[in-house]
């Protein structure tokens, strides 16, 4: 048995523990040289921000469902539908915007339920299941839009995309800056209480050394973002709609016996059955979670285009899935973090939008978005791998 | 005197932080069965994980029949004549008795597998091992130790020169256990040389010509099998003299906590009834013991009272005074005060890449929900950090995961999990397999404590020794039925009256 801390520096687990970071210095970098800094222009980086939103709502429920091993390929295809469903009940009908919302929720709790009872409790494979229905919601999408396109979004819908937070004084964007700062107060009020905290209980050394710089860098990362929506238009409600849900989903997963249990049946699915979790039941809370998390990416997103099409929300479930494993979410279940999926679905979106700048070919943007997907499970798996052997010799 | 087929000499390996062999010396003569004793994380297997080329980076030397050689993967090792039968089987379920026997090994002509061949020497082959099992049968349709034959069978093909069997009876029951020894014997006889790994110190007494007995890491002798006795082996392995294993207890036996009537069990997928017509109690404060073969039940019976199985159930259930349907899912089960500890705990206990802390608390999350929801992390912390404490886990920090901790600390998490629901009935699956001797000792301990608190328990075990020593009544199972129950509150049963049970009357 082996108490004693490794000494050996270990490059590979230092890499690859700060490979996202490493990799969006590069990735930003180069975007700034190759747009001649049309990249890195307050304009964009907002841009991108809302851009990014959208996929990164589905990728805070989507990475739950990585970490229990299975799958959500409807995602996107579910959004486009839900997208169109409402656009046409705000063009056809005067139904109040905050009605449509609700209609929204409530398709997206059957839709929910109905994938959760099939991959639950029925024990199909989600990954044949949600391809299955993907078509189905295409469908439906086809059929009641007719192949057209369906605009404008308006009310509560237009803000939830659209809207910016309303400033106390004139064009100023104090609240902005406001609520950055009591932001990263919070943060480094919580990292330092926290650590404290486990010092006195003695579950930790010290390592003072190590927290202080990361939450300095995270911290002047979050001056950095919120600099950046200060100097455009301000925070966007999609913004802080991400972020709430970001914090609230994270905390639930950490913090909760349901979340507890997502992590146990992706560790181990027949300890879990055993310990007295009931699989079937979670699974089916996890998938209700997850639609009603697609459909406010898919209100959102028809807040922000304006309007719906029959390819609304094509290929996000990809960019979503793609930024959990990204963001180190494992694809052998069992491990990754709500935040870090949502940074690394930022960080596609950041290459989607780099490579729209430079006016890359679309065929050459699947390629590479391709290769990056490739790249990340390569990665996740020589991890767990070099993880299992050292686990094995100790 | 014999020569030495192999030698190895000042063994050392490091891992980072630890050297889990230092300075350490094996020789093996030729023709003879030397046994390798010692607890868990001793370094046995990374002793023969050296030998096989897995770690290819130690110093010292090894010889083989005289020759200097560093193997740098099984591959290398196997060409050399050394097979390692592993405690956790290497045959392919899906594949038949001879495809598994000549699998990486087949007998091709231009690319194609000349079968009639193949199955031809599959055939000689089980003659030889007195074995009658049809070559065509699908290696998961045959019991453990059948298996266990079969690998032996396989490394035969191969014609090794050294035979190293790492735990080959810890699965076994007894009956198989004596068959498989004998077969070492035979091929002693036959000028095999064997190492032999085995907690079983009995075992190791009976079949063996020489013992060496490694702790820490080190060597603590090499000496004929004869000049030991079962004392100065455990007084090797753990340093210290042991007092008896076994204690008598003196707590009262209370009410019935549950009873099952005529309980059967059906196996949908393979069409069978699993567990059929058993009537079983067991009282509060009371041990009682599940014997019998592999396969004969034992786990179908407990996960079906634990509601863990899946398929249908009749009987009656009473449980704690009331009748009532059986358990519809273990979480049910949890809440209703059962808990089952499964015979495995890497697949069926543990999620082993997580910590501690979250292994022990995660049977008993409602007991630390906040305001409804959250859960309160310093009163759950709190907790395990007693409860690891009242089980003596050893790690250096509660965070520690679980995939890193030996095997009997393991097993002491498993059973911090099960003693946190607050049981009322403990079901424990062979609470004491492959865990060293001073960890089984402690959870003997803590079994006389649980049922000092009025817990009943229902242990399942393959070593008789274990049964006769901490049960209060006996029950065992034969093919899905119970065969015999026996009284054993004056600790007078006998390992020959269990075994007649089991196998229905041949016995030895």
């Known amino acids: 048995m082996s108490n004693k801390v490794k000494s050996k520096v270990d490059i590979f687990s230092l890499f690859y523990k700060n490979s996202l970071a490493v990799e969006t210095v590069i990735v930003l970098l180069v975007f700034q040289l190759l747009t001649n800094g049309g990249f890195l222009s307050f304009r964009n980086l907002s841009n991108l921000l809302m851009q990014g939103a959208i996929c990164s709502i589905i990728a805070i429920s989507m990475c739950l469902i990585i970490i229990t091993c299975n799958a959500d390929l409807s995602a996107g295809r579910f959004l486009g539908m839900l997208g169109m469903v409402a656009a046409i009940l ?34 199909l494979p989600a990954f044949i299941i949600t391809l299955t229905t993907q078509l189905v919601f295409l469908g439906i999408n086809q059929l009641v839009s007719g192949g057209k396109i369906v605009g404008p979004a308006t009310g509560i819908i237009d803000k939830m995309g659209n809207g910016y937070i309303p400033t106390f004084i004139g064009s100023n964007n104090d609240t902005t800056l406001i609520i950055g700062a009591v932001i990263i107060a919070v943060y480094i009020f919580m990292i330092i209480s926290k650590e404290n905290k486990n010092i006195k209980q003695g579950l930790a050394e010290p390592r003072w050394g190590k927290i202080i710089p990361k939450t300095v860098v995270i911290s002047i990362l979050a001056a ?53 979790i009931n699989v079937s039941k979670e699974i089916l809370k996890l998938y209700t979670l997850q639609a009603m998390l697609v459909a406010t990416a898919a209100l959102v997103y028809l807040g922000r285009l304006g309007s719906a099409t029959t390819a609304s929300g094509n290929g996000y479930e990809f960019t979503a899935i793609t930024g959990c494993v990204v963001g180190g979410t494992s694809i052998t279940g069992g491990r990754g973090s709500v935040v870090g999926a949502v940074v690394g679905t930022m960080f596609m979106a950041a290459i989607d939008n780099g490579m729209s700048l430079m006016n890359v070919d679309a065929s050459l943007q699947y390629i590479v978005r391709g290769f990056v997907l490739l790249l990340a499970i390569m990665l996740d798996a020589y991890a767990s791998n070099r993880k299992a052997k050292t686990v094995q010799a100790a | 005197m014999k020569d030495f087929i192999l030698q190895m000499n000042h063994i050392t390996k490091e891992f980072p932080g630890v050297k889990a062999l230092d300075d350490v010396s094996l020789n093996l003569k ?24 897995e770690h290819a980076d130690y110093t010292g030397e090894l010889l083989l029949e005289g020759a200097i050689k560093n193997f740098k993967g099984i591959t290398e090792s196997e060409a050399a004549g050394i097979a390692i039968i592993h405690q956790e089987l290497g045959l392919i379920e899906n594949l038949n008795v001879c495809e598994n026997i000549f699998l990486r090994n087949e007998i091709c002509q231009n690319g194609i597998i000349k079968w009639d061949e193949q199955y031809r020497k599959t055939r000689k082959l089980l003659e030889d091992l007195n074995l009658n099992i049809n070559p065509r049968t699908r290696v998961g349709n045959l019991g453990i130790g059948q298996q266990q034959l079969i690998e032996i069978a396989k490394a035969l093909n191969k014609n090794c020169k050294i035979l190293i069997l790492d735990e080959p009876t810890a699965p076994l029951p007894e009956k198989d256990s004596e068959n498989l020894l004998q077969l070492m014997r035979n091929l002693k006889e036959e000028g095999m040389s064997i190492i032999f790994i085995s907690h079983k110190l009995g075992e190791v007494l009976s079949v063996s010509d020489s013992i060496t007995i490694l702790r820490d890491g080190q060597t603590i002798s090499t000496k004929a099998a004869a000049e030991y006795t079962q004392d100065t082996l455990i007084n090797g392995m753990v340093g210290r003299q042991l007092d008896a294993r076994f204690e008598v207890r003196h707590c009262k036996i209370g009410d019935v906590a549950l009873k099952a009537t005529d309980w059967s069990a059906y196996d949908g997928i393979n069409d069978k009834w699993i567990v059929r017509n058993a009537n079983l109690e067991v009282r509060e404060g009371e041990i009682i013991g599940i014997a019998g073969m592999i396969g004969a039940g034992r786990t179908e019976l407990a996960m079906s009272i634990f509601g863990a199985l899946e398929g249908a159930i009749t009987g009656k259930m009473e449980y704690r005074g009331k009748e009532r349907t059986h358990f519809k899912n273990t979480s049910e089960a949890i809440a209703e005060g059962v808990f089952y500890s499964s015979e495995d705990r890497k697949k069926y206990g543990l999620i082993l890449s997580s910590d501690i802390a979250y292994n022990t608390s995660l049977s008993s999350l409602a007991k630390f929900i906040n305001g409804g929801l959250f859960i309160n992390r310093d009163k759950e912390l709190g907790k395990v950090k007693e409860m690891t404490k009242r089980l ?9 995961q679980v995939g890193n901790l030996s095997g009997g600390n393991q097993q002491k998490v498993c059973l911090s999990k099960a003693i946190m629901t607050e049981p009322r009935v403990l079901i424990l699956d062979e609470p004491t397999r492959g865990i060293d001797i001073g960890a089984k000792t402690e959870i003997y301990q803590l079994m006389n404590r649980m049922a000092g608190e009025g817990i009943a328990i229902i242990m399942i075990s393959s070593e008789l020794p274990e049964i006769l020593g901490m049960s209060d009544r006996v029950y065992v199972m034969k093919e899905g039925e119970i065969s015999g129950v026996f009284d054993n509150s004056n600790l007078t049963l006998t390992q020959e009256e269990i075994a007649l049970a089991a196998t229905g009357g041949v016995t030895v």
Not at chain 1, 92 to 100: A, E, G, L, Y
Not at chain 1, 224 to 251: D, E, N, P, R
Not at chain 1, 254 to 262: E, Q
Request: glycine share 10%.
């Open chain 2, 392 to 400: 003596t886990v050893k790690t250096p920090s509660i965070l520690q």
């Open chain 2, 30 to 53: 030729r023709g003879e069965i030397h046994a390798l004793v010692g607890e868990n994380g001793a370094g046995k297997s990374t002793l023969m994980k050296v030998l096989s080329g």
């Open chain 1, 224 to 276: 950095v973002v919120t600099f950046i929506l200060y100097m455009h238009k301000g925070f966007s409600y999609a913004m802080l709609i991400l972020f709430v849900l970001t914090l609230a989903v994270s905390y639930v997963s950490n913090n909760t016996r349901f979340g507890r249990y997502i992590f146990a049946i992706g560790g181990n699915v027949n300890a879990a059955t055993l310990s007295g």
């Open chain 1, 90 to 123: 705000q063009v056809n009908t005067t139904i109040p915007s905050i009605v449509v919302v609700l209609i929204v929720y409530a398709i997206a709790l059957i839709a929910g339920l109905a994938h959760g009872f099939l991959i639950g409790y029925m024990k």
